[in-house]
């Protein structure tokens, strides 16, 4: 069974770089067929993309976003990272990793629990 | 971007109503995919390719539609059904997410 699991800084200042790891287990990312995601979720709020990357280490961002973010692999740990940098009271959220089938229509079977990430001064 | 627009936004409803959620695209789409998500748990996936229903899940769920237009069925509400709503395009990046649909308990 696949598990996945975010972890890192719950608590961000204004302009620092939001830096969260997605830990794998139960499938190694190196294998075909899937991307791996970031997706957020502000309090209260819908769903946003953040963007995704492929075993090659092929990646897609949302445009709104593509000037500050960076996702990326580890595949000796099975982890997927995301990097955001100029953080802003904008970036508060819950964000979550998840897995794409990419032969499912694109659809996110499996996700983490979610990490909150506050921004505040 | 494509724009996805839920309706309705909010819905009451009993234990054993059939429910109707609609998706509708901005432009016409290719992949639908619909989910459910429970206060502070990640969102759960029912329905893939419009029309698939996720391994496990039961027949209740149901989902059809093409083009711009689709639709989730919940054919007899069950007391863990309530909870919130989404789908998803996935025709190309960026994908989004419509804005949810809240399924209360009348």
């Known amino acids: 069974q696949v598990q996945l699991q975010e972890s890192g800084p719950g608590l961000l200042k204004p302009s620092q770089t939001l830096s969260l790891t997605c830990s794998v287990s139960?499938?190694?990312?190196?294998?075909?067929?899937?991307?791996w995601s970031w997706i957020r979720q502000p309090a209260g709020k819908g769903l946003e993309w953040i963007g995704r990357?492929?075993?090659?280490?092929?990646?897609n961002y949302h445009p709104s976003l593509k000037s500050r973010v960076t996702i990326s692999l580890d595949t000796s740990k099975n982890q997927v990272s995301l990097n955001l940098s100029s953080v802003t009271a904008a970036d508060t959220a819950v964000y979550y990793c998840?897995?794409?089938?990419?032969?499912?229509?694109?659809?996110?079977?499996?996700w983490g629990q979610g990490t909150l990430v506050t921004v505040s001064s | 971007d494509i724009q996805m627009t839920q309706s309705p936004s909010s819905l009451s409803a009993s234990v054993g109503d059939r429910v109707t959620i609609t998706c509708r695209a901005s432009q016409s789409i290719s992949d639908l995919n619909w989910y459910q998500q429970k206060p502070g748990k990640a969102p759960k996936l029912l329905i893939y390719?419009?029309?698939s229903l996720q391994s496990g899940l039961p027949s209740r769920f149901s989902g059809s539609g093409s083009g711009t237009d689709f639709t989730l069925t919940i054919s007899s509400l069950q007391p863990e059904d309530f909870a919130t709503y989404y789908c998803q395009e996935t025709y190309g990046t960026p994908y989004t997410f419509g804005q949810g649909t809240k399924l209360e308990i009348k």
């Open positions: 998840a897995r794409e089938d990419y032969y499912a229509s694109g659809s996110y079977n499996y």
């Open positions: 139960g499938g190694s990312i190196r294998s075909g067929s899937y991307y």
């Open positions: 990357i492929y075993n090659t280490g092929n990646t």
């Open positions: 390719a419009a029309s």
